[in-house]
């Protein structure tokens, strides 16, 4: 059975980077473009006119930039977004506000036949339209609001003791997510206690992230470092292309042993050794990505006795680590987005019992 090419819409200023971004893509029988888009405006009109299977935005452009478009198309004609920019190597910013907005990736624009990596960039290009016009988007919900489902409970029990550390993992939509759970935990006294942060992204923005994420919330966010005492009221990300976990004694390990499925940094890897050094003092949240990875640690974490919740649904870009996590009945709590932190810091206050 032939598989109908997917549709691509090009949303691009420049008529010379549109037409090249065109050209790129009709060389490979798999994508075709559907429409083209000379600003933002024009960009959410074919969106629901044309009903792609994917976007590429660029993010400078007149009447509309690609942030807001990018809003538009997630809220009333939820679609897969790329963002494809000259922004993206010099603006981590903005870039990382794309990702917030709702896109699922941010690729550099390539910059013509003539660069030595235009073969490599137009592949890179393809390839990732491929792979994220996949993704199963939901409608997102404008900031700050609370979206309708209710919390569900699994059946497991987790300990009664506090937690000492708060584990994360996140991929495709995880940017937005953990700005929006790290803003709200920032307003908590006394400080948690160490964050460690799996988000799966592509390589280079390790650095960038800290930095954007630090920019949401009054936590210290860095690049974890090899060997540093974890720290309470710091937030801990898995540097480019190396495992995060922890040591017997609380310290960062920082690893670049082989992927484990393909991921490196994996969330199984970093729920893996928070259970062997915390035990039942452990917390750890699953939030929106594709694939399972975690899966397999969040299992290790809960038979030590921790505590896990997951995201729902409804407010994930893509209801796929959280969703095995829940499949295999190992969450204690599935929470809206806009619940998690509110949970987080009831869970994390000195003394309480856990219910």
Known sequence: MKTEPLRILVAEDSPTARRLLVEILRTDPALTVVGEAKDGLEAVELCQRLQPSLVTMDIQMPRMDGLDATRRIMTEVPTPVVVVSTLVERDIQTSMAALRAGALAVLQKPVGPESPDFEADSRRLRDTLKAMAQVKVVRRWPDRATPPPPPQEATPTPSTRPPAVLALAASTGGPAALHRILSDLGTREPAPPPILVVQHIALGFGNGLATWLGTATKLRVKVAEDG?????????????????????????????????????????????????????????????????????????????????IAQDEATSVVYGMPAVVVGANLAHEVLPLGQIARRLMALLQPGVRLP
Do not use: C
């Open 228 to 308: 540093e005492p974890l720290a309470p009221g710091t937030v801990y990300l898995a540097p480019d292309d190396k495992h995060l976990g922890v040591t017997q004694d609380h310290r960062a390990q920082v690893s670049g042993a082989a992927p484990i499925q393909g991921f490196r940094p994996s969330a199984n890897w970093l729920f893996r050794s928070v259970a062997r050094a915390y035990g039942q003092t452990s917390l750890a949240v699953v939030l929106t990505g594709m694939g399972q990875d975690g899966l397999d640690g969040i299992r290790d974490l809960h038979q030590a006795g921790g505590r896990v």
